[in-house]
């Protein structure tokens, strides 16, 4: 992808962001997913794109905007998207960090169009991308990350969704000797983070949702790290929907050229509340202030960005007739 489009782009995920943070702390988490929502969506109005949203806040019928299949964008290239506006709804509305505005794109056709059911998931980052695998143990995962990073077990770190479905996998990694990252929400900063030097997070395992697999997945495809999944479907229902939607096979190992396949995937994330991967958003006397990641597959780049939004000048989104 264009630089150019790329920052065009982030823009969008800093919109979400601006208006997510205003909710920070204040208990209504379902406030903050509108705001966030609302202000993407507005965004999108603006860039010259022709877009799909591949994945986003479900169904026509379940969402009023960001729906699964809504076209956005102003005209221009064809383009696949994958939306978070507001990942970590939760983090956001008790003020917890890693809260996130998310975003993935690519040429048309090259997103995995996921069903909202669960995923098991593995990622890393580069170093260890070969030597872990979906259908390892998590103690042999936990042992091939630290034989790559040249690491006792003990160093190592592994993140995972504090979940009661996770017990017995929490009870392995501690009886591997390896470390453990519970987080409340947020899978998608767990698995890229394994992917950025100086998060402390060497590997993610664990069950989440499948859109967010996909978001994920991206960003491993940019950085080069390693993303694999598997569908874990509740009902037929959901199987059914894969079966529909999916353009592999969904029984089979998830890999990153099923997830999303092509070298032109770009992921960008603008942090709503403090974390390790990401600042969140600042406001003070004169403006506002963003930090943003800026992933693009096609030249390996990952970009930090910060923004300043002066007060007095309208926010991008903005438009007056």
Known sequence: MRVTRIIEMLEVTEAAALAAGRWMGRGAKDAADSAAVDAMRAAFDSINISGEIVIGEGERDEAPMLYI??????????????????????LTAYGQPNALSVMAFGPKGTLLNAPDTYM??????????????????????????????????????????DR??????????????????????????????????????HLYLGIGAAPEGVLAAAAMRCIGGQF???????????????????????????????????????????????????????????????????????????RFVETVFKTGEEPFWVRRD
């Open 69 to 90: 299949g809504e076209h956005v964008g102003a005209g221009g290239q064809e383009i696949d998207i994958a939306v978070d506006p507001l990942e970590g709804t939760n």
């Open 164 to 201: 009661e479905r996770h017990e017995d996998l929490i009870a392995e990694v501690r009886d591997a000797g390896a470390r453990i990252r519970l987080i409340s929400d947020g899978d998608v900063f767990g698995a890229v983070a394994t992917a950025i030097e100086g998060t402390g997070i």
């Open 228 to 302: 694999m999944g598997r569908f874990r479907f509740r009902n037929d229902e959901e199987r059914a929907r894969a079966e529909r939607m999916a353009k592999c096979d969904i029984d089979d190992v998830l890999d990153m050229d099923c997830l999303v396949a092509t070298d032109q995937a770009a992921f960008i994330a603008t942090g709503v509340t403090d974390g390790e991967l990401l600042r969140g958003v600042k406001y003070f006397g004169q403006g506002s202030r963003t930090h943003s990641v800026a992933m693009d597959a096609s030249t390996g780049t990952v």
């Open 120 to 161: 098991l998931k593995v990622a890393t980052g580069p170093i260890a991308a070969e030597a872990v695998h979906i259908d390892a143990t998590p103690t042999e995962n936990v042992h091939a990350v630290a034989n790559s990073l040249k690491r006792p077990v003990g160093d190592i770190v592994v993140c995972i969704l």
